[in-house]
C-alpha cells in the first residue's frame, strides 16, 4: 500500500514531497483531517470542547506512566489511559448530578496534576516529554499510518450507523432516552472515540494545539452551514484544506506543523464568522 502512495506523490512532483518522511506527514494529515473534522462536529455539538483537552492530560499521565514503566512505546499507555479515563468520566457524569464542565473540570486538573508528579518524580527532567507537548508530524512510521487508518474506518462506519443517534444524544440526552435510544453507551461509544484519536494524534500535532482541531472545524462550519450534512461536510474539507497548508507552510517555515494547522483553522473561522454575519 506505501508502494502505491509514494508513487502517487511522485506524480504530483512536488518538491517537498520528495523525501519518504514528507510522504508519510502528508498522508497523516489526509487521514486526520476527515477523523478530526468528523469527531469535531460531535465536540461541538455536544458542548464538549474541554473535554478533549482533558483526555489530552489524561493521555499525557498515560505517557508518563508508560515511559516509568521502561515501555518503548508510551503511546499505548496513553491509549489505554485515556479510554479508562473516558470510561470512568462517563460513569462519574451519570452517577454524581454535577454539570458536566464541572466533572470536566475535576478529571483535566487530576490529570493534569497526576501527569506531571509522575514525569517529574526523582527529580526526572520534563524535557523528554517536549515532542508531546508540541508535536512532530514528521516522525509518523508507516505503522502508525496504518493504525490511523483503521481507526479512521472504525470511525467511519460508526457514523454511517449511528451519526443520527448520536447527534440526537447530543443534543437532547432527554429527548434521545424517550425515544429508546440508550444515551450512555452512545456517550461512552463517542467518549472512547475522542480518547483514541486524541492520544494517538498527541505526538503528532502537540498537546498545547490539540484541542483547537477538535473544535475550530465544526465551529468554523457552523458559522455558514445551512443544514447537518452541510455541517459535517464543511467541517471535515474544512479540516482537509487547514492540514495540507499547515503541512506545506510548516515544511517552508521551519515550525511547528500542529500550530500552523490550528492557526490556519483559526483563520477559516474568523473568514466564515464574517460570511456569516454579511449574510
Known amino acids: 500500500m506505501m508502494r502505491i502512495w509514494y508513487g502517487l506523490c511522485e506524480l504530483l512532483q512536488m518538491p517537498w514531497l520528495e523525501m519518504d518522511f514528507m510522504k508519510h506527514a502528508l498522508l497523516a494529515v489526509l487521514l486526520m483531517g476527515p477523523l478530526f473534522g468528523i469527531l469535531s462536529t460531535m465536540v461541538v455539538t455536544g458542548k464538549m470542547s474541554f473535554f478533549s483537552d482533558a483526555l489530552g492530560h489524561s493521555g499525557f499521565t498515560g505517557i508518563a506512566v508508560g515511559v516509568l514503566c521502561g515501555s518503548v512505546f508510551p503511546v499505548r499507555w496513553a491509549v489505554g489511559f485515556a479510554v479508562f479515563f473516558a470510561v470512568l468520566f462517563s460513569f462519574v457524569k451519570r452517577r454524581s448530578g454535577h454539570a458536566t464542565e464541572t466533572v470536566i473540570g475535576v478529571f483535566s486538573s487530576t490529570a493534569v496534576a497526576l501527569g506531571i508528579f509522575i514525569a517529574t518524580m526523582n527529580g526526572s527532567s520534563f524535557t523528554k516529554f517536549n515532542r508531546y507537548l508540541i508535536g512532530d508530524i514528521?516522525?509518523?512510521?508507516?505503522?502508525?499510518?496504518?493504525?490511523?487508518?483503521?481507526?479512521?474506518?472504525?470511525?467511519?462506519?460508526?457514523?454511517?450507523?449511528?451519526?443520527?443517534?448520536?447527534?440526537?444524544?447530543?443534543?437532547h440526552p432527554q429527548l434521545a432516552s424517550s425515544r429508546g435510544i440508550p444515551v450512555g453507551t452512545y456517550e461512552l461509544i463517542f467518549t472512547v472515540l475522542i480518547a483514541v484519536v486524541v492520544t494517538l494524534s498527541m505526538s503528532w500535532v502537540g498537546l498545547?494545539?490539540?484541542?483547537?482541531?477538535?473544535?475550530?472545524?465544526?465551529?468554523?462550519?457552523?458559522n455558514i452551514a445551512k443544514d447537518l450534512r452541510q455541517y459535517h461536510l464543511v467541517s471535515v474539507l474544512g479540516a482537509l484544506g487547514a492540514g495540507i497548508l499547515g503541512l506545506v507552510t510548516s515544511y517552508y517555515l521551519g515550525s511547528s506543523t500542529g500550530a500552523v494547522i490550528s492557526l490556519y483553522l483559526a483563520l477559516w473561522f474568523a473568514v466564515t464568522l464574517c460570511l456569516r454575519k454579511r449574510g
Open 208 to 222: 498545547m494545539v490539540i484541542n483547537s482541531l477538535l473544535v475550530l472545524p465544526a465551529a468554523a462550519a457552523r
Open 138 to 171: 514528521l516522525s509518523v512510521t508507516p505503522g502508525e499510518l496504518g493504525l490511523l487508518a483503521l481507526v479512521l474506518a472504525v470511525v467511519a462506519v460508526l457514523w454511517c450507523f449511528l451519526s443520527n443517534r448520536l447527534v440526537l444524544t447530543a443534543i
